[in-house]
């Protein structure tokens, strides 16, 4: 069964603080890597990292895969209030256009 | 080009009632998966339409079933409603042969 462990699952910085976020997977038939941003709706994407395109970036935010290790980062630096959502990492599935989710990081940006 | 839509926004039901929820993909996606979001579970995928067939379902009951309609427009539905069927009920639809997919704002389905 593919497998999305994301950590820390809550995080508490202060604006301009830099932040990495985790995700370790195990999934049957690697395709690609997705990072999603959730506030109060629906996720929104953010990046998607494959074995072609494994660094990502996009203001201050930025993604690598580490095909070896079975992981992926996502750093944001400068944080600011706006940043404060969960952040999600997804895969899909062998065989499945599905996405398997993490839980999640439940980033706070305090002031 | 618009987004994904779902319809209704907001829900309330009781138990042992049946709903049906509706998404309408992106123009020229026809790929639309289902997915369910609670605190406790998080995401999680219920199952994928493509050209009016399932092409994948996730780990839930029978009570949970959907269909694709020819404009890819897609409904869900779940029977025999139980309390924990409360949850965020998300849809996204995919471009062709890309894995990047696109939510919609989500129905917030409350059982009582």
């Known amino acids: 069964e593919d497998k999305v462990v994301q950590s820390p699952l809550s995080l508490v910085v202060h604006e301009g603080d830099t932040v990495t976020l985790n995700c370790s997977y195990e999934?049957?038939?690697?395709?690609?890597l997705l990072w999603y941003k959730q506030e109060k709706k629906a996720p929104t994407f953010l990046f998607m990292l494959?074995?072609?395109?494994i660094e990502k970036k996009s203001g201050r935010l930025s993604s690598i895969l580490d095909k070896k290790e079975l992981s992926s980062i996502l750093n944001i630096t400068a944080t600011q209030t706006g940043d404060s959502a969960i952040y999600l990492c997804?895969?899909?599935?062998?065989?499945?256009?599905?996405?398997?989710f993490g839980k999640g990081t439940h980033l706070i940006i305090q002031p | 080009k618009a987004g994904v839509t779902q319809t209704p926004r907001y829900l309330i039901k009781t138990r042992g009632q049946q709903v049906t929820l509706s998404c309408s993909p992106i123009?020229?996606?026809?790929?639309v998966s289902w997915y369910q979001q609670t605190p406790g579970q998080g995401l999680q995928f219920l199952f994928e339409?493509?050209?009016?067939?399932?092409?994948n379902k996730g780990n839930f009951p029978g009570r949970f079933s959907g269909r694709q309609f020819s404009n890819s427009r897609s409904e869900m539905n779940v029977s025999t409603l139980e309390l924990g069927d409360s949850a965020l009920y998300l849809c996204?639809?995919?471009?062709?042969?890309?894995?990047?997919?696109?939510f919609g704002p989500g129905t917030r389905l409350t059982v009582l």
């Open positions: 996204a639809s995919s471009p062709p042969g890309d894995n990047e997919q696109f």
């Open positions: 999934v049957t038939n690697f395709r690609s």
């Open positions: 494959t074995s072609s395109g």
């Open positions: 997804a895969l899909p599935g062998g065989g499945a256009d599905g996405l398997t």
């Open positions: 123009s020229g996606h026809r790929s």
């Open positions: 339409y493509f050209s009016e067939t399932q092409r």
